[in-house]
């Protein structure tokens, strides 16, 4: 048997009959190297495969790419390259996977706490908003909504939560309510699949759990009335299959408990809540998730003992007619 160096990983293959020789096994390449392949285009597709497949592995990917030279504007620029197709729909499946890999990556940025503010600050979400204004339902294009939702969820994800700050929270909310998110993500909760609107719900739930996300739905009659249109279309769509969808019910739910706490939405509640949820259409979610009764319960004690608007103030009715 030939000599070989001690410290190669090796493997042993054939050679000839009845004799093997042991050859060196490839190491698998590390993360800096995955990012240097990013800068060669023959490269790149596959460097994006790997770093998106292992991007949890390394925990400081995210600092990594921000501060390497020119890969965010790489990442960009594949997503760039595909709205030519996004209408009339012409993207393909390799396309799509393509270009969810680097998506996968922003959201990794999203997320990261040394990195979040600085994604924001530079208005890279803006770039994902193409990808949720498709309408198209074929599966291309439902991956690409639903990773451009995953990094926008990551975004508001440790909003209110002990992982972020007062100032970054408000800068996220702001930001996203500035750019006119909600209308997109009603879009998704209204024609998406049950994944794509599970996190377009949990997305709107974490800016209403911010103050400056309740006033702003509840500051008007016409933003209050489109959440809630949408949120009884979802209600009534799940009651044809309420066994599976739990989580979706959930988000649903949290939201209109939070829109009790606005008085002027608490009052007008009483007569907009589904049907669906005050009678037993949903025990079996119930059973699997106690929270979500909790706070339905919750939801009807505030629309039926709170709510009461002044008499100054006025409500959604005066709105619309004034």
């Known amino acids: 048997m030939a000599n070989f160096h001690p410290s190669l990983n090796t493997k042993a293959v054939p050679f000839e009959a009845g004799s093997t020789i042991v050859a060196p096994e490839r190491k698998p390449k590390s993360v800096e190297q995955l990012i240097v392949d990013l800068y060669d285009p023959d ?77 924001l600050n530079a208005h890279i979400p803006l770039y994902l ?93 016409e933003r209050f009335f489109a959440l809630s249109r949408v949120l009884t279309i979802m209600v009534n769509s799940l009651a044809d299959h309420p066994s599976t969808s739990t989580r979706l019910l959930k988000h649903i739910v949290r939201c209109y408990l939070r829109l009790s706490d606005n008085p002027r939405a608490c009052d ?21 998730d106690p929270t979500i009764r909790r706070w339905l319960q919750q939801l009807f004690v505030n629309i039926n003992q709170g709510g009461r608007i002044a008499q100054a103030g006025g409500g959604f009715d005066y709105m619309m007619v004034n």
Request: proline share 4%; aromatic share 8%; net charge negative.
């Open 129 to 221: 908003y193409h990808f949720l204004n498709t309408t198209c339902k074929n599966r291309s294009f439902e991956y690409l909504r639903l990773t451009s939702l995953g990094v926008i969820g990551a975004l508001v994800k440790v909003c209110g939560s002990d992982f972020g700050s007062q100032s970054d929270d408000m800068e996220v909310i702001n930001f996203l309510l500035s750019t006119e998110i909600i209308p997109l993500c009603l879009r998704t909760m209204e024609l998406g699949s049950e994944l794509s609107k599970t996190v377009a719900t949990f997305i709107v739930q974490k800016i209403l759990l911010d103050d400056i996300g309740l006033e702003y739905m509840c500051v008007s009659a």
């Open 268 to 288: 007008v509640l009483r007569n907009n809540v589904p049907e669906k949820l005050k009678d037993t259409t949903f025990n079996v979610c119930f059973h699997e």
């Open 43 to 119: 490269l790149r597709e596959k460097a994006l495969n790997e770093l998106s497949k292992k991007r949890e592995m390394f925990q400081d990917l995210a600092p990594i790419m921000w501060n390497s030279y020119g890969i965010m504007a790489i990442l960009l620029q594949e997503i760039v390259a595909v709205y030519p197709v996004l209408s009339p729909p012409n993207l393909s499946s390799t396309q799509s996977n393509r270009v969810c890999n680097a998506l996968a990556l922003l959201q990794c940025v999203a997320s990261h706490p040394d990195t979040r503010k600085s994604f």
